[in-house]
């Protein structure tokens, strides 16, 4: 595990914390990444005072190979990024790679996924935008929701079903308030809050307007 990562996880948190009531006792979480719990990388947070502020297991599993750890990934877990932020920017991706396909072959503000070099361009561009702050804020907000359900099941595993309805299972609710579709809702039945919030990121405004002025002409 590169420890510059684990010192960033510490001492940005530190940060965030400073001069607040948590500023020496807010505890920091990561899943089942086997780097983060290893040998050497659980001893430099030992160093750094952190062994017993992390989000793990203490009393459970004793004997298995989950002592002292956390069971697995967790992704619901971790709310800003593998629940829904990670999505976000995959979504943010592909509708960048869509637009900017109508600019020519060289133009740099293309987003282009055929070699490894544009994939890196292409993440590391939309990560400037996407997903963005306001629903980074909304995913962690549903943090307590997600605990109280690990606590009712009293630290077990806790069925997908229970955990994952957030966007995806919003996706298939009617707008009547009805109940679960069967099938894919039409638009009709679908929430209005399930519009796109995708940001436009500044290289694909002209390609936006390219797009909007050919929709004009074919409703004309």
């Not at 400073?18 to 920091?28: K, N, Y």
């Not at 979480?29 to 502020?53: C, N, P």
């Not at 020519?104 to 400037?128: H, K």
């Not at 519009?195 to 405004?205: E, F, G, L, N, Y």
Request: charged share 30%; hydrophobic share 35%.
């Amino acid at each position: 595990m590169n420890m510059k990562l684990m010192d960033h996880v510490i001492d940005t948190s530190a940060d965030a914390y400073s001069g607040t009531d948590m500023a020496d006792s807010f505890v920091i979480f990561h899943d089942g990444l086997s780097a983060w719990w290893e040998v050497g990388a659980q001893a430099h947070m030992t160093a750094r005072g952190f062994k017993h502020r992390q989000i793990r297991n203490i009393t459970a599993n004793i004997g298995t190979r989950y002592e002292a750890k956390v069971v697995g990934d967790s992704p619901e877990i971790c709310r800003g990024l593998d629940s829904h932020g990670f999505a976000d920017m995959k979504a943010a991706i592909l509708k960048y790679v869509s637009y900017s396909s109508l600019y020519e072959q060289d133009d740099p503000r293309r987003f282009n996924l055929g070699t490894p070099e544009g994939v890196l361009s292409a993440i590391r561009r939309a990560w400037t935008v996407a997903p963005t702050s306001k629903r980074i804020v909304e995913d962690i907000l549903d943090f307590e929701v997600v605990l109280d359900k690990i606590v009712e099941h009293e630290g077990c595993v806790v069925p997908d079903e229970d955990l994952r309805n957030g966007r995806r299972a919003r996706q298939w609710e009617r707008v009547n308030e009805k109940g679960i579709c069967k099938n894919k809702p039409r638009k009709k039945q679908r929430k209005s809050t399930l519009i796109s919030t995708v940001p436009i990121h500044p290289d694909i405004a002209d390609a936006r307007e390219m797009l909007l002025a050919i929709g004009k002409e074919f409703t004309h």
